[in-house]
């Protein structure tokens, strides 16, 4: 599933949590955009 978006999601500002339990074992990178700012990184899920 090379180049899939698994999932988007609104925020609300201050502390949120994502569930990663639906997810298949692999390395997935997530992207967090706020107004001009963006940050990328990557999650393992195993």
Same mark, same amino acid.
């Given at each position: #599933?090379a180049?899939t978006l #698994? !999932?988007?999601? !609104?925020?609300? %500002?201050? !502390? /949120? %949590?994502? %569930?990663?339990q /639906?997810?298949? *074992? $692999?390395? +997935?990178?997530?992207?967090? *955009?706020a $107004? /001009? %700012?963006?940050? *990328? /990184?990557?999650v393992?899920? +195993?």
């Amino acid at each position: #599933m090379a180049d899939t978006l #698994m !999932q988007e999601t !609104q925020l609300a %500002s201050g !502390q /949120n %949590s994502i %569930s990663l339990q /639906n997810l298949s *074992q $692999g390395i +997935y990178l997530f992207v967090v *955009q706020a $107004g /001009n %700012s963006v940050i *990328q /990184n990557k999650v393992v899920v +195993y």
